[in-house]
């Protein structure tokens, strides 16, 4: 099969489409035909050998001891190196995909989906008529935590850029902020729970926007932990005082919250929006893309 691979050559590594042997699958997997792949961040900052997580598919065959699917089942999850015309998955690690979503919108939710759900839900102890700001709307964890928070009865507040101000608002954002007119750790309004996924604020200013009691949850890894750590000890001083909690994370895989998300997806709370659609032999330039930060909501790969 073909397969995106990081080779060693005398400029560095680099990425590039190889003939591979099709995996096989170990008794708790399956093994699923790859109909659509999606970019995230991990695929470039890891740079596995063989690079991608998300995919949509239908499985070919399963594992001696999978309980949950069998051949023929059309799902979406996260598989070992995604970008590739096979790839094997956990069945712990996969959902059913909805028949109202396409194999390319159903690539694009698995790291995305689940970052923006337990991000607001599980770290952010979203409630019912909160006050949400989501820094990063338009990327592809925000596109999905607009949906979410909304799903879920928050009043939301997306920030964005000028170009795309309208497809938050059409996401189900009560406010889009455009960063380009408006700064909106210069506002007056406080958020009980704000969702950082751009890292692009200094932890003051996202205090700053925060009433008391209320919870910033960041997505990710931080991008400049040197400064924060520098920092770290009067933000907490701070933030206790005002009872406020600052929390890093980074989605962990469950069953259940991919059952979610195809529940949401099912009964049109949440749709994946795709920017852009590359062939499994341009891999390298969809990754380029999203690293640039070029990309809004999700970048998918299909292979030909």
């Not at 991608?52 to 089942?73: K, N, P, Y």
Request: one cysteine or more.
């Amino acid at each position: 099969m073909k397969a995106a691979s990081y080779v060693r050559r005398s400029s560095g590594k680099c990425l590039e489409l190889a003939d591979i042997a099709t995996p096989v699958p170990r008794k708790r997997e399956v093994l699923i035909k790859t109909y659509a792949a999606s970019v995230n961040p991990l695929d470039w900052r890891l740079k596995s050998h063989h690079p991608g997580v998300d995919v949509a598919g239908e499985i070919v065959s399963v594992g001696s001891a999978v309980t949950r699917f069998h051949r023929g089942d059309k799902v979406f999850g996260a598989g070992r190196g995604s970008f590739a015309e096979y790839v094997c998955a956990s069945e712990t690690k996969l959902a059913a995909k909805p028949d109202n979503i396409t194999f390319e919108e159903a690539a694009s939710v698995p790291v995305a989906g689940l970052t923006a759900l337990q991000g607001l839900r599980d770290k952010g102890r979203l409630e019912r008529g909160q006050k949400v700001l989501i820094n990063g709307a338009s990327g592809g964890v925000g596109t999905f935590a607009v949906q979410i928070a909304k799903a879920f009865g928050a009043d939301v507040t997306g920030v964005c850029s000028t170009k795309n101000v309208e497809m938050i608002r059409s996401l189900g954002a009560d406010v889009a902020v455009d960063y380009t007119q408006q700064d909106f750790t210069r506002d007056t309004k406080r958020y009980d729970l704000v969702l950082d996924n751009v890292g692009n604020r200094s932890l003051a200013e996202l205090r700053r926007v925060l009433a008391p009691g209320g919870r910033c949850v960041l997505a990710g890894a931080p991008k400049q932990m040197g400064p924060i750590l520098l920092r770290m000890l009067d933000w907490i001083v701070r933030s206790t005082l005002l009872r406020q909690k600052f929390i890093f994370f980074v989605a962990q895989f469950r069953q259940a919250d991919m059952e979610l998300l195809g529940t949401l997806m099912r009964t049109g709370k949440i749709h994946p929006v795709i920017d852009r659609r590359y062939s499994l032999n341009e891999t390298g330039e969809a990754l380029a893309y999203v690293e640039a930060g070029h990309a809004r909501a999700k970048v998918v790969v299909i292979p030909e």
